[in-house]
């Protein structure tokens, strides 16, 4: 896709903290920058995750090791200097780009604007508009002088938006469910389809008792990692205790291995209902425009219920939906939350659900993406 801005060159760091998380975020960014004409060069503290997240690397993309201190013999800061989530870059690279300015600034005689960005994690709260795109001055060290500016994703036209590929739509399009199924080894019957990607959620248990007692067969596709653990753990204990809760074999599952990027994708568009966490899986499942349900990270001081009932605000989530969010984050315990959930319901879940995630995909849609913005915004600062 030719890109109507200027090329510019890109650094993106990014500490890994999980190998999902972060890293995925920012692969993806890499790869939506490089689609529209960026060169990025993405810096990592640990690229493990990307040998099967991203193995066939993108054009465009250079993936650099993060260490520290910095051998800097060979690297040319950027243009764009793009610090992920918080995460505190070397001094040495923050003197090179600063001076880097400097020079460029002295050649051309401009008064460059600083193009430093600190983008932020995923939220629909009501700060994120107001804090999109603020300067934050450097006050100290070798950047004491620039600023850096906070760059907010979110879902409305307030904020910098959600990464979506120039070609998401027409490979959806594109996408034969029956044959990625037989690929991953499930030769479909026409049996309900749910993904499952999540960390140990309160309502994994009440879930799977309440798909072996339906009339409807199901199977679980569940994802490699903590996912798989959470429902080995759950039916392994369930066959001690319970040797016929499943009697009928209403329920089965499918062990996923590590999906790449694109398979993950295709994950989502083959299920009926996907079960997502985190803030990557998330964007992807609205994408997919399904009816989801997120599984967000706890956190000790409750923020995330904070979080999560923002997004449901933002959702218009239905009362049933909203209802079955905090029963499967444990922030509202009570059985009807589940044992609602499919009951008399085409396809497994209620047609509001559907209706729901549909329309907050079209109004995305509408929306710019998130490095459409980034690349505009940058760009005014050259």
Same mark, same amino acid.
């Given at each position: ?14 500490? +890994? ?6 890293? %995925? ?8 920058? !490089? ?29 650099? /090791? ?5 051998? @800097? ?12 989530? &918080? ?17 460029? &600034? ?41 600023? #850096? /500016? ?7 036209? /307030? ?42 959620? *309160? ?13 409807? !067969? ?16 759950? +039916? ?7 040797? =016929? ?12 291995? *590590? ?22 899986? @998330? ?5 997919? %425009? #399904? ?34 969010? @905090? ?29 729901? +995630? ?6 995305? =849609?509408?929306?710019?993406?998130? *490095?459409?913005?980034?690349? %505009? ?6």
């Amino acid at each position: 896709m030719e890109s109507p801005y200027p090329q510019l060159n890109w650094d993106i760091f990014c500490q +890994v903290i999980d190998n999902f998380g972060d890293v %995925g975020v920012c692969w993806r960014l890499a790869c939506n920058l !490089a689609q529209r004409g960026q060169t990025v060069r993405l810096w990592l503290d640990d690229a493990t995750a990307l040998t099967w997240m991203a193995p066939l690397g993108a054009p465009g993309v250079t993936v650099t /090791h993060w260490s520290t201190p910095l051998n @800097l013999s060979d690297i040319t800061p950027g243009n764009v200097l793009v610090e992920a989530f &918080g995460c505190e870059i070397n001094p040495e690279f923050v003197a090179a780009y600063a001076y880097q300015i400097k020079a460029r &600034g002295l050649k051309d005689g401009s008064n460059q604007k600083c193009t430093w960005v600190n983008l932020e994690y995923l939220s629909a709260e009501p700060f994120v508009e107001r804090c999109h795109g603020l300067p934050s001055p450097v006050m100290t060290g070798p950047g004491r002088g620039l600023s #850096k /500016h906070f760059f907010y994703p979110g879902f409305t036209t /307030h904020t910098g938006g959600l990464l979506r590929e120039a070609d998401l739509l027409q490979r959806q399009t594109q996408f034969d469910r029956r044959a990625w199924l037989a690929q991953q080894g499930l030769h479909w019957q026409g049996e309900r389809l749910l993904s499952l990607f999540c960390y140990e959620p *309160a309502g994994l248990a009440n879930l799977l008792e309440r798909l072996a007692s339906d009339d409807t !067969a199901t199977c679980l596709l569940v994802t490699h990692g903590r996912a798989s653990a959470a429902v080995q753990a759950i +039916v392994s204990s369930k066959n001690s205790l319970e040797p =016929l809760w499943n009697k009928r074999n209403k329920l089965s599952f499918l062990y996923l291995p *590590a999906l790449s990027q694109d398979d993950f994708d295709h994950l989502l568009w083959a299920c009926d209902v996907n079960f997502v966490r985190g803030e990557d899986s @998330l964007v992807r499942a609205l994408w997919a %425009g #399904k009816p989801l349900v997120w599984h967000i990270y706890p956190q000790d001081d409750g923020a995330h219920a904070t979080k999560l009932n923002a997004l449901l605000d933002w959702l218009q989530a239905p009362p049933t939906l909203r209802q079955f969010h @905090l029963h499967w984050n444990g922030l509202a315990c009570t059985s009807d939350a589940v044992a609602s959930f499919p009951a008399g319901c085409p396809g497994f879940y209620p047609e509001d659900w559907q209706t729901c +995630v549909r329309q907050a995909r079209a109004k995305l =849609l509408a929306q710019p993406t998130l *490095a459409d913005q980034l690349i %505009g915004f940058c760009t005014k600062s050259h």
